[in-house]
């Protein structure tokens, strides 16, 4: 019997900086919006992911805003809920802001812009591939 072998070429083509905030999502979104004129909203649906012991499924809470100039889509994603993490290997992001890869502005220059807002104890950049759950950023 032939075997075959199934492989996966997934592409992560997004930018992702992980950012560090005491503060609620919403409060979070609203600074966000205020420091950076974003028009952050909480998306109908939550990123659902299986816990390891796939008895309880995880429900992490999404905020979009799509850019009118560019088109460049920012998502907003709680990495902890009450049970979890979305991305357990970086407990230190509450947050991840995530955006298309053809983004045109500089990300440090996203970053350092990030850090003004009060809300924001740390901001930081991520790279996806290095990620163990990678896959839980891809719904």
């Known amino acids: 019997m032939t075997r075959y072998l199934l492989e996966e070429d997934i592409s992560f083509s997004f930018n992702l900086i992980g950012i560090s905030s005491h503060y609620h999502d919403y409060r979070l979104c609203w600074a966000i919006n205020k420091s950076l004129d974003f028009k952050l909203e909480r998306a109908d649906n939550e ?3 299986h816990e390891r012991n796939n008895k309880e499924l995880l429900a992490f809470p ?3 805003f ?4 560019s088109d460049v889509m920012f998502e907003l994603i709680a990495n902890r809920n009450a049970d979890g993490f979305l991305i357990p290997e ?3 992001a509450d947050f ?3 955006f298309d890869d053809f983004y045109t502005g500089a990300i440090s220059e996203l970053i350092q812009k990030l850090r003004t807002i009060s ?3 740390m901001a930081f950049q991520v790279d996806p591939e290095n990620l163990r759950s990678k896959y839980n950023l891809i719904y």
């Open 47 to 49: 990123i659902i992911v």
């Open 62 to 64: 999404t905020f979009y």
């Open 66 to 69: 799509i850019c009118p100039e």
């Open 90 to 92: 970086m407990k230190q």
């Open 96 to 98: 991840f802001l995530k």
């Open 119 to 121: 809300m924001v104890n």
